[in-house]
């Protein structure tokens, strides 16, 4: 079965929340203690009809405000394909939260009010997958009830998002628009007998046809080591296993590899995960390896493919996220969370601010605040193995930590 994530976003009251609400309701996924909590809560409101977003909003604070504050992570199946859907704010302050929902996801669906039309959140949310790199982006112009199902209305939207498709950055997305009523249902699990102008596929059964994502970073392996396997027992007296996660490419049995950062060579001897053995461990495989030669190989390095070697460098130059209270400037240091490896980071530039609305970057900005995003340089202590964000979405992306408070600080898109 595949498994697909998604983020959703969209502005405030978009119906984010109600939508998700509404695909849960339509699939029978929710549970009987759910929908009765969900039927008594809408009467205490005095609505006539269903709440759906009470579904998805889990804390005390967005069912008093009808909002969505944190990230809620959702789970449910169809009979071709388990979904994990991340419920993400649409505030302007919790931006963060949706570059956290968006950043492992493989489909993203932006909610567009219809009534009012793509708006700054709007412009937000998709710089942002935009800048992640998340290969489906489905616009579900929402509330389409409330404009008496407009086509007009429905396609003037759609022109100002293929607009902003033309100015973006990553120009491998898949656009997608699919115009729905989540308060009734409209297009959203099953198809609306109100909008005969359109001729596309319902929310749910678009999202079915997306093929599990396969990164673009196919080519060339990157296997940074998790941990040193030493078994402490006769059998396994001499046993040296390197465990971790394929990232990109394969890996099979005689493959001639590169140990960084020693640069030293050996082969592959074997592949096991658990009791199994394999010839070939495929990319998102977690296995563990063990070698010909008895080599020095430890927690953070890599193993690579010969001819196949990321950057190692001392400098890097990132799109940052940024996610602390603190702003970012100039001289300070952080650390530096690189797929297993840390190190310290000193900032040497600001180069730039740049404005999610797809207009002109601001030079050379005094720093960095929160929820703002730019591009920094930095010095980093020791080597690290990198590849561009667009080269390799795992191997090049790191986070930022405070080092005085341990918080996550930001997020970076290796340039």
């Given amino acids: 079965m595949n498994v697909l994530k998604i983020a959703t976003a969209g502005s405030v009251d978009d119906g984010k929340s109600t939508l998700i609400g509404r695909i849960l309701y339509d699939t029978k996924s929710l549970t009987e203690d759910k929908l009765q909590a969900i039927e008594e809560k809408s009467k205490q409101r005095g609505f006539d009809y269903l709440d759906f977003s009470l579904a998805t909003d889990g804390l005390v604070a967005e069912r008093e405000q009808g909002i969505t504050i944190d990230v809620a992570h959702i789970y449910f199946s169809t009979p071709t394909t388990s979904f994990i859907i991340?419920?993400?704010?649409?505030?302007i302050e919790y931006t963060r939260n949706m570059v956290t929902g968006a950043s492992n996801s493989q489909a993203s669906i932006v909610l567009v009010?219809?009534?009012n039309g793509v708006v700054e959140q709007t412009y937000r949310h998709f710089f942002i997958n935009n800048l992640l790199h998340v290969k489906d982006v489905i616009i579900a112009v929402n509330k389409m009830d409330l404009v008496n199902y407009s086509e007009e209305k429905f396609n003037q939207i759609k022109g100002e998002i293929a607009y902003l498709a033309e100015k973006s950055g990553y120009q491998n997305q898949?656009?997608?628009?699919?115009?729905?009523?989540?308060?009734?249902?409209?297009?959203?699990v099953n198809p609306s007998d109100k909008m005969d102008w359109y001729n596309g596929k319902s929310l749910l059964e678009y999202l079915e046809n997306i093929e599990t994502y396969k990164t673009e970073d196919t080519s060339k392996v990157r296997f940074p080591v998790q941990a040193?396997?030493?078994?402490?027992t006769e059998e396994y007296h001499d046993y040296r296993g390197y465990a971790g996660k394929v990232y990109g490419g394969e890996l099979a049995i005689g493959d001639e590899i590169t140990i960084?950062?020693?640069?030293?060579?050996?082969?592959?001897k074997s592949i096991q995960f658990f009791d199994k053995e394999y010839t070939v461990a495929k990319q998102g495989s977690s296995v563990n390896i063990t070698l010909e030669d008895d080599v020095n190989v430890s927690r953070g390095d890599m193993l690579v493919k010969v001819g196949e070697e990321p950057n190692v460098v001392k400098k890097l130059e990132a799109t940052v996220c940024w996610m602390d209270k603190t702003p970012l400037q100039a001289s300070e240091k952080y650390?530096?969370?690189h797929g297993v490896n840390d190190a310290q980071v000193k900032v040497t530039e600001l180069t730039s601010l740049i404005p999610t609305d797809f207009s002109d970057k601001e030079p050379n900005p005094s720093k960095l605040s929160l929820n703002e995003i730019g591009e920094v340089s930095f010095k980093v202590s020791k080597p690290l193995f990198i590849d561009t964000y667009q080269e390799?979405?795992?191997n090049g992306a790191f986070i930022l930590i405070n080092p005085k408070t341990n918080n996550t600080a930001g997020v970076g898109f290796i340039k």
């Fill in 86 to 91: 991340a419920d993400t704010p649409g505030h």
């Fill in 113 to 115: 009010d219809a009534r």
């Fill in 174 to 188: 898949n656009i997608t628009f699919i115009p729905v009523s989540a308060l009734h249902g409209d297009n959203v």
């Fill in 228 to 232: 040193v396997i030493r078994p402490k």
């Fill in 260 to 268: 960084l950062p020693s640069a030293t060579k050996s082969k592959i």
């Fill in 335 to 337: 650390y530096i969370k």
């Fill in 392 to 394: 390799n979405k795992a």
